[in-house]
T-cell receptor, first 114, second 110 residues
Framework: EAAVTQSPRSKVAVTGGKVTLSCHQTNNHDYMYWYRQDTGHGLRLIHYSYVADSTEKGDIPDGYKASRPSQENFSLILELASLSQTAVYFC?????????????FGEGSKLTVL | LAKTTQPPSMEAYEGQEVNVSCSHTNIATSEYIYWYRQVPHQGPQFIIQGYKDYVVNEVASLFISADRKLSTLSLPWVSLRDAAVYYCIVTDNYAQGLTFGLGTRVSVFP
């Protein structure tokens, strides 16, 4: 079974502070993704990566940076956290082998910005 | 313009079959149909995917109309654990991430 773990699972940050959300996968997958989900809404793609040391912008990248130092690790960085970034963040991985269309998600990181 | 349209919510009792529909009138020949579900406090989980006709696995079955403009996810004998938001996704560019809409919230009553 694929395994994607996120840390921290919950965090309270102050406006203007720096926040780093970490994601680790043990699936040997090339692709990794960061999504955010706001209460009552679907998931929106922030950044993704298909190889170490390279990241790509998703649909809502403003205010976020991403880092992929290795195949296993993918971080989401909020340099200056804002109230509007309060949300649940999900990391996912996939290898897209065989056109399976299967993303493996972590359990989410709840971020509250005060 | 949304690529898929799903009913916002559905209700069922335990033991019933639930059929969640998804309209994708502009689906391209290169696109596949994916279904995910999300239970509270967890990330979405892949259920099934298909291109045409009928697909079945141990969790659900997927029927796709002949013109591929409509798909129906069928969940047999639902239990309380099947209460979740179900997402229908249509894409051929999956490597750049899947786009999750609002989905269908399925409530299951004992």
């Amino acid at each position: 079974e694929a395994a994607v773990t996120q840390s921290p699972r919950s965090k309270v940050a102050v406006t203007g502070g720096k926040v780093t959300l970490s994601c680790h996968q043990t699936n040997n997958h090339d692709y990794m993704y960061w999504y955010r989900q706001d209460t009552g809404h679907g998931l929106r793609l922030i950044h993704y990566s298909y190889v170490a040391d390279s990241t790509e912008k998703g649909d809502i990248p403003d205010g976020y940076k991403a880092s992929r130092p290795s195949q296993e690790n993918f971080s989401l960085i909020l340099e200056l956290a804002s109230l509007s970034q309060t949300a649940v963040y999900f990391c996912a991985s996939s290898d897209w082998g065989g056109n399976t269309g299967q993303l493996y998600f972590g359990e989410g990181s709840k971020l509250t910005v005060l | 313009l949304a690529k898929t349209t799903q009913p916002p919510s559905m209700e069922a009792y335990e033991g019933q079959e639930v059929n969640v529909s998804c309209s994708h009138t502009n689906i391209a020949t290169s696109e596949y149909i994916y279904w995910y579900r999300q239970v509270p406090h967890q990330g979405p989980q892949f259920i099934i995917q298909g291109y045409k006709d009928y697909v079945v696995n141990e969790v659900a079955s997927l029927f796709i109309s002949a013109d591929r403009k409509l798909s129906t996810l069928s969940l047999p004998w639902v239990s309380l654990r099947d209460a979740a938001v179900y997402y229908c996704i249509v894409t051929d560019n999956y490597a750049q991430g899947l786009t999750f809409g609002l989905g269908t919230r399925v409530s299951v009553f004992p």
